[in-house]
Nanobody, 121 residues
Framework: VQLQASGGGLVQAGGSLRLSCSAS????????MGWFRQVAGKEREFVAL????????YYASSVKDRFTISRDNAKNTVYLQMNSLKPEDTAVYYC???????????????WGQGTLVTVSS
């Protein structure tokens, strides 16, 4: 599976962005999809995940009620809608695919290239 993330950019605090992650391959619908983020010098941090058929999601406490993960298996795409953005949300955001329902980065087999989100105060 090859993943391509897009949609990052510069936004003011309180604003919104929608990230997209397009996947190649015919097995996209069998994977759990996750979003992680990373700030330079820090470990990669779990943000959200969605199970293979899209009926179960899980969020980090820091983004719960502000971010929404969704997927369209017909389009091989997973999304992260980010609302009420805060400066501390600034990071490179990565999409990832796993066979396992997990919040741990090393349980994910495939990673996109990352897209930068910058939230100004």
């Amino acid at each position: 599976v090859q993943l391509q993330a897009s949609g990052g950019g510069l936004v003011q605090a309180g604003g919104s962005l929608r990230l997209s992650c397009s996947a190649s391959g015919r097995t996209f619908s069998s994977y759990v999809m996750g979003w992680f983020r990373q700030v330079a010098g820090k470990e990669r941090e779990f943000v959200a995940l969605i199970n293979s058929n899209g009926d179960t999601t899980y969020y980090a406490s820091s983004v719960k009620d502000r971010f929404t993960i969704s997927r369209d298996n017909a389009k091989n795409t997973v999304y992260l809608q980010m609302n009420s953005l805060k400066p501390e949300d600034t990071a490179v955001y990565y999409c990832s695919a796993s066979r396992i329902y997990s919040v741990t980065p090393n349980r994910y087999d495939y990673w996109g290239q990352g897209t930068l989100v910058t939230v100004s105060s």
